[in-house]
């Protein structure tokens, strides 16, 4: 009897620590940035959660572990869905876009976003004139 009571308390202390957590973020608001999954330099690496923040004028991702990346001078120059084997890894039904940032010598990143977030996203970091006539 006295397991059933402390289990009873137990579960109760519980629920009044994760409502507390539920209602300071829900007084916080939402949280800053686009939420995504990176991979730097695209084509190689693994998927790494992330965000990318578009203020001050310039496009930067910050992955959950790491060094964030500038994008300076940031191109959107392909948008297509993920493969069955990338989808493994992010969500299949997210929608990836290949960024060139840099002066021509900068590399190349792919952010995974959910089709939702695509929109903000790409007024972020814009299309390439090769990209968007096509």
């Known amino acids: 009897m006295i397991e ?9 202390g519980a629920g009044w620590l994760l409502r507390r957590k539920h209602l300071r ?9 686009i939420p995504c999954m990176v991979r730097n330099p695209a084509g190689a690496g693994r998927w790494r959660p992330g965000r990318v923040y578009a203020d001050q004028g310039t496009a930067r991702c910050v992955p959950g572990r790491g060094a964030p990346v500038p ?8 948008v297509r869905a993920p493969s069955v084997k990338e989808g493994m890894s992010i969500n299949p039904g997210s929608r990836i876009v290949t ?4 002066d021509g010598d900068g ?11 695509l929109s903000e996203l790409l007024e972020a970091i814009p299309r390439s004139e090769t990209e968007s006539q096509s």
């Open 25 to 33: 973020r829900a007084a916080a608001g939402p949280a800053a940035g």
């Open 107 to 117: 590399g190349t990143i792919e952010i995974a976003v959910m089709a939702l977030d």
């Open 99 to 102: 960024c060139a940032y840099g």
């Open 71 to 78: 994008l300076p001078g940031g191109r959107a120059t392909a």
């Open 4 to 12: 059933i009571v402390a289990v009873v308390f137990g579960a109760a």
